[in-house]
């Protein structure tokens, strides 16, 4: 009789898995890390303090229902906390809806450069991923709807987009809804969303407010400085709330991040003094990168994708080598198809200085006068 194995699922054994942005550098010494896209100004305090004291209570199982974080964040945002649902992180409510809404056979469409775990939960469930073809690293419309079919069940799309840090404008996300069926389920991932300063943008109430197929899915992880707590949280219409309550773990999300959660979404103070730095350096560090002769793509998150030369002694890679020369941890973006750029986070103000003085000794190095 010959032994067989436990075989997963179809789909599953296409799945690459997931690396994450680097976090320490051989020595031993704390490096100046710009590889994740966290805050450079933490935590609220108060949410700091919260967590500490939800460590008294680590005996006992968390609120199931997040009933005061979901209270907490209508409050915030004047929604209906009966449509929220909490999970450990964005990522989370990403896979329960591949999980409800895929399964084989069905299709599933983001663009070029989205994140990389939209195919990794479209495949984890069957279903094939469709990729879009970006407009100069920007979603376009127009080729998402050109590659609907009748098996199209699911769109993700991520605006702001990690990594290019694009976006197109709300009127383009609501003709990409009225462009879809029905039944086509549209997920807005608004991971970045508190970073945008842009008259035209929205990140997708309006629309979970008033269709039954678009949802919305925001992140403690980015400016509210939580990702250690992986905390998450999504806003959609009754019935697809509903199917995702039912599928859910029942104490998914861990009680020290609830109590932290609730704070750092009140502490509007902390949260306005990071849009101010962000929006401060993003203009400065750009400028500061583009006169040293390199191109940057256009961001409204926290983060700069920067761009190099294909050959020669400038290249990505030997960015990379020169930062970590310098103590400085970038994303190399080979995974997202762009094997020519780094991704770029904002940190202090200490940090943007070391980025702009370790990319000057870089692009000069060997230079002649």
Known sequence: MTAHAPRPKPGIDAIEAYIPGESALDGGVAPIKLSSNETPLGPSPKAIAAMRAAADKLALYPDGGASALRSAIAARYGLNADRIVCGAGSDELLSLLANAF??????????????????????ANGATPVVAPENNLTTDVDAILERVTDRTRVVFLANPNNPTGTY???D?????????????????????????RRNDYEAGLELVATTNNTVMTRTFSKIHGLAAL?????????????????????????APALAAGIEAIGDTKHEDASIAHNEQWLGKLTDGI???????????GNFLLVHFPQNGAKTALAAEAHFKSNNIIVRRVDGYGLPSALRISLGTADDNEAVLAALRGFMTAGATT
């Open 172 to 196: 383009e996300v609501r003709r990409l809804r009225d462009g879809l069926r029905s039944d086509i389920l549209l997920v807005l991932d608004a991971a970045y969303a508190e970073y945008v």
């Open 168 to 170: 197109i404008p709300f």
């Open 230 to 254: 992986r905390l998450g949280w999504l806003y959609g219409p009754d019935a697809i709330v509903d199917t995702l309550n039912r599928i859910r773990g029942p104490f998914n999300v861990s």
């Open 102 to 123: 895929l399964t084989e056979g069905d299709e599933a469409i983001y663009t070029t450069h989205g994140f990389l775990v939209y195919r990794i939960v479209i495949l």
């Open 290 to 300: 583009t006169a040293l002769g390199l191109s940057v793509t256009p961001s409204v």
